[in-house]
């Protein structure tokens, strides 16, 4: 079932709620990537100014036998006028036959990014609206708490950085996943010249926390999670 709102009836129905970004939080999603089943956890944690976020995926039933290990992502950043300012990025890939590891640093003072990917290294130039990958996401629910219309992004993915264009939908839908069932409002962004479309169901009522991510390629779903376990 979807809903259309015009923005002063959404504008109402985010005024009169006590939701905002979490401060900390924990949650689990049931995931599948193709074939593969898999479970993806996420926690957000603050000390002081600074928030850390780390997402790791793992493999789960049948596919825990025959492929082992994880992906593991961590970033800290801190909130300057309602943006999100990434401070490190970190990658610890065991799941594939060869690990894949990155490590990077976004100084603010000098402009610059530096680390590696794997054997590459990183030396870039630092520019405004740049995030983590996995900063991304908080960013999105940030810019939709605090109903801010913000579509285009930079990324640091991999080596380089990646424009991410950002499409929100005027609708509020009603989702089902194991968790509940929650009225969402769907987010997808994508980067230049991809043909990968990632989309996040954000719950107003869980504090925007997604219930559900996809990616897709060529309308064709890739990859999805769906939240089983949140804990504030």
Not at 51 to 71: A, D, H, Q, R
Not at 174 to 179: G, I, K, R
Request: charge should be neutral; glycine fraction near 4%; hydrophobic fraction near 35%.
């Amino acid at each position: 079932m979807k809903t259309i709102l015009n923005p002063i009836i959404l504008s109402f129905f985010l005024s009169t709620s006590c939701w905002s970004l979490p401060t900390e939080y924990s949650a689990i999603y049931n995931a599948k990537l193709k074939q593969a089943d898999g479970v993806l956890k996420t926690q957000l944690r603050k000390n002081g100014n600074t928030y850390s976020f780390e997402l790791m995926t793992e493999p789960t039933g049948f596919w825990k036998v025959i492929t082992k290990g994880s992906i593991i992502e961590r970033s800290t950043f801190s909130i300057e006028d309602n943006q999100l300012k990434t401070y490190d990025y970190h990658l610890i890939d065991t799941i594939r036959k060869k690990s894949r590891e990155s490590e990077s640093e976004f100084n603010w003072s000098t402009s610059k990014i530096t680390g590696y990917y794997k054997d590459r290294e990183i030396d870039i130039p630092l520019e405004g609206k740049t995030l983590s990958r996995i900063v991304l996401q908080l960013q999105i629910m940030h810019d939709q708490e605090k109903q801010i219309t913000s579509t285009d992004y930079l990324i640091l993915d991999k080596d380089a950085l990646k424009k991410i264009t950002v499409f929100p939908e005027e609708f509020i839908t009603e989702t089902s996943v194991p968790f509940g069932k929650f009225q969402t409002i769907k987010i997808s962004h994508q980067s230049e010249n991809s043909e990968r479309l990632n989309s996040l169901w954000l719950a107003p009522e869980l504090n925007f926390i997604p219930i559900k991510i996809s990616q897709s390629i060529n309308g064709k779903t890739s990859f999805e999670a769906n939240l089983t376990q949140l804990i504030f």
